[in-house]
């Protein structure tokens, strides 16, 4: 192995738990609580070599964001090919629910903090996208003759809602899988 192998390798591990460590730090406190001073604190690097790997903690919490959307594609990819054709859209959108559920900070970095990454755009980084495409596959099995693009969006804005409301208290917890599930039938029904 060269020097140069050596050197990115140690590169990668160390932007690796930089961004596992704020991720960590966010899903047990809040983003608040994530500074270089105190991710300096938790893995031991000093601050210049955090700024080394992000210029600033808006970079570090979208490299955080587009590793949640990689494992988003994941879990939606494994619901929608795991589903038969007609339930694909339900398996998708518990999917979509458990990961938001489960990983609350990560789902906020992702969809509700501000952040440079664009959603609709050309220029759009990859696992944005793909994520999307995901949710609009399984929506595609059951559209027939609908446009596929806004019932892929309508369910998405309907998914983000529920999580948020009900992670805010705004609906009666005791009620969500129902809710869910009367959203899947409108979604299947022609």
Known sequence: MTIDDRRLRERT?????????????AEKE?????TTRR??????????VIYKHFASLEDLAEAVALEGFDELTDALTHARRDASPEDAVGAVARAYTS????????YDVM????????????????????????LRAAVAMIAVERDIDILTEVLWAALHG?????????????????RISRLIDQFSAR
Not at 13 to 25: F, Y
Not at 39 to 48: G, K, N
Not at 162 to 178: H, S, T, V, W
Request: aromatic residues 10%; without cysteine.
């Open 13 to 25: 591990a160390q932007r690796r738990l930089i961004t596992s460590t704020a991720r960590a730090l």
């Open 30 to 34: 809040s983003w608040d609580v994530v």
């Open 39 to 48: 991710l300096s604190a938790e893995i031991e690097y000093s601050q210049p």
């Open 99 to 106: 990961y938001a559920i489960e990983n609350p900070a990560l």
């Open 111 to 134: 969809f509700t903090r501000v952040t440079r990454l664009s959603f609709g755009g050309d220029d759009a980084p990859p696992p944005l996208p793909a994520a999307y495409g995901e």
């Open 162 to 178: 529920l999580i948020m409301l009900g992670r805010n208290g705004r609906i009666r917890p005791d009620k969500f899988n129902e």
